[in-house]
């Protein structure tokens, strides 16, 4: 990312007046599509690594396998996150998959590198209010999510459990990013759905979480539909 571009994405994270705190202040949820085979993929990983220590968003990277047959095989990659972007083109009616390619809040596609068309979702999605007041607690290795009830959800949703590696760096041997030495940052390991909740009543939920890994818990529409909830693991 130019210096210029990320200066204007720390102005509008930071900037109160411009972008009002919803109630809650949940993270909005983006997620990148992307693959160590795909030569127009490090602007966008670079643009993921620059909004990993804000806490107004929770940016996550899921490595597809589809650009392994070029020649380098992506150690990241799981057919997993290729079928859940296969799902957000379904659910968008698109029946072409791009890397890079980031989805904000479940329902907003950004194809390419477009720093000033992602600033603006962000702020869209962070103006809008929330829909739950959700928060993830650890102790013992185990996760605790929480929520009060919330009648107005309309439809049942998906908790999903989210661990996530902060960085790592691979030098690219073959395929069309060969020579190079590149960062990748939030790189998601497992994403699984714990449960499903009405809202009906308030939501308790205890599961698992080994490796020592950050964490997230996601609350989404089934079929890969709009994000209602997001917390970090505390």
């Given at each position: 990312?130019?210096?210029?571009?990320?200066?204007?994405?720390?102005?509008?994270?930071?900037?109160?007046?411009?972008?009002?705190?919803?109630?809650?202040?949940?993270?909005?949820?983006?997620?990148?599509?992307?693959?160590?085979?795909?030569s127009s993929c490090p602007p966008a990983d670079a643009l993921l690594a620059d909004l990993a220590?804000?806490?107004?968003?929770?940016?996550?990277?899921?490595?597809v396998d589809y650009w392994d047959y070029i020649g380098w095989k992506d150690r990241f990659a799981s057919p997993a996150f290729t079928h859940r972007q296969k799902g957000y083109a379904h659910a968008a009616g698109v029946g072409t998959v791009y890397t890079p390619q980031m989805v904000v809040g479940g329902v907003d596609h950004v194809v390419g590198y477009?720093?000033?068309?992602?600033i603006d979702l962000i702020e869209k999605h962070r103006a809008a209010p929330d829909r739950v007041s959700l928060t993830a607690t650890l102790a013992n290795g185990t996760v605790t999510v929480e929520a009060p009830a919330a009648p107005d959800l309309g439809a049942p949703?998906?908790?999903?459990?989210?661990?996530?590696?902060?960085?790592?760096t691979t030098e690219i041997e073959r395929?069309?990013?060969?020579?190079?030495?590149?960062?990748?940052?939030?790189i998601v390991q497992d994403w699984r759905d714990i449960g499903e909740w009405s809202g009906a009543e308030p939501l308790k939920i205890d599961a698992p979480l080994d490796g020592g890994l950050p964490a997230a818990v996601i609350l989404q529409r089934t079929g890969v539909g709009a994000v209602l909830g997001a917390a970090r693991v505390q």
């Open positions: 990312m130019t210096r210029a571009i990320s200066a204007v994405l720390a102005l509008v994270l930071t900037a109160g007046t411009a972008v009002p705190l919803h109630a809650g202040d949940q993270p909005v949820v983006i997620e990148l599509f992307t693959s160590q085979g795909c220590d804000r806490p107004e968003v929770l940016p996550l990277a899921l490595h477009r720093p000033s068309e992602l949703v998906m908790v999903q459990l989210v661990t996530f590696l902060p960085e790592e395929g069309e990013n060969a020579g190079k030495t590149l960062t990748y940052t939030n």
